[in-house]
């Protein structure tokens, strides 16, 4: 599987499994059986050069003790076995790029073939070690082949993907997310006094911290963060302002770099803990690779949201004759 962001995008409009919706279905917004196209049409193909090409009429494929088989004779064959999928693949290339246009977004072929390039030189690196690819001896490219993934398919998923960043890159306002880290207290049990006993716990550690007399880092190494964040200082990275609750936000969004809240208590999922977060950075001052990493984790929170919304707002309908019924006779 194509380890990128594109395919999480991909199986989101496809739904779970890849399987595409039952045959003759309308999904999206329908207010009759025919609808009048509210923008012009966009084009459903890609680049000639990601295609293979056809065989030509009365072109012979293969023979078999001479007898020769034609490209006629397997298209049938090919249709049942990969059509509804391209089918799909199709439905969500339009689906996107009139999304697109109505945004008046623009794409052009070289930003996608430089993100296919990036993506393909990740997915090599990722994917030495895989065990069919050095049994077989595979390239990259045949991996990603036996992997469902030929290059016609990865440019219109990388399309797809590239198409969701620009829509999404019109919303993005970095001064709503914070890079904060947090001091996490949890009660050693159930009952009141191991509860009052965490709180006590987290008022002394704001205390010392606020006297100087202890450092964040010895801190974080005393309270009840598991060990992965206990080695990155207790950071949690950017986060939004949503993503905290309602009574947390302005505590949050009030500090200043280096500033730290007083103990918090946060019920949830049946325990109560106390948290003290610290402002690392703010996003409205975040420049270089801090506002890359910025963007590209606004992006991909986006990407869901916005195919959810686009496929809601598309009247779309497939036909028998666009999705062979496995094992009809």
């Known amino acids: ?56 009429p009365g072109s012979a494929i293969a023979r078999v003790d001479g007898q020769s088989i034609f490209g006629h004779d397997v298209e049938s064959l090919l249709w049942e076995a990969f059509g509804p999928q391209s089918v799909e693949d199709v439905i969500n290339l339009v689906m996107i790029r ?17 993100r296919l390039k990036d993506n393909i030189k990740l997915f090599d690196e990722q994917s030495k070690t895989d065990q069919q690819r050095v049994q077989q001896n595979l390239t990259v490219e045949q991996l990603l082949v036996q992997k469902g993934f030929p290059m016609s398919r990865l440019y219109v998923d990388t399309e797809i ?21 947090v001091l996490l207290y949890k009660p050693t049990g159930p009952t009141a006094a191991d509860i009052a006993t965490a709180q006590q716990n987290a008022n002394a550690a704001v205390a010392r911290l606020k006297a100087g007399t202890s450092k ?14 206990i080695s990155k200082g207790g950071l949690l990275g950017w986060l939004e302002q949503s993503t905290f609750p309602a009574d947390v936000a302005p505590k949050v969004m009030a500090l200043q770099p280096g500033q730290f809240t007083d103990a918090i208590k946060y019920e949830g999922q049946g325990i109560t803990t106390y948290q003290v977060f610290r402002m690392e950075q703010l996003g409205s001052k975040a420049v270089g690779a801090d506002l890359d990493g910025l963007k590209a984790r606004y992006l ?30």
């Open 216 to 229: 964040w880092e010895a801190e974080v190494a005393k309270c009840s963060l598991p060990p992965e964040f």
């Open 1 to 56: 599987m194509f380890p990128t962001a594109l395919l999480a995008a991909v199986f989101a409009l496809q739904g779970a499994g890849q399987k595409p919706p039952p045959t003759g279905t309308t999904q999206g917004t329908q207010t009759g059986a025919a609808q009048t196209q509210t923008s012009p049409p966009v084009p459903a193909g890609i680049p000639d050069k990601y295609l293979a090409p056809a065989p030509g």
């Open 300 to 329: 991909q929170s986006r990407h869901q949201p916005l195919l959810t919304s686009i496929r809601a707002a598309a009247k779309i309908e497939r036909f028998p004759t666009t999705a062979p019924i496995a094992g009809k006779s």
């Open 161 to 181: 993907e590239v198409t969701l960043d620009k829509i999404a890159e019109k919303g993005f306002k970095p001064d709503a997310y914070v890079k904060v880290s």
């Open 98 to 114: 009139r999304a697109a246009t109505k945004e008046n977004v623009h794409v052009t072929t070289a930003e996608i073939e430089k």
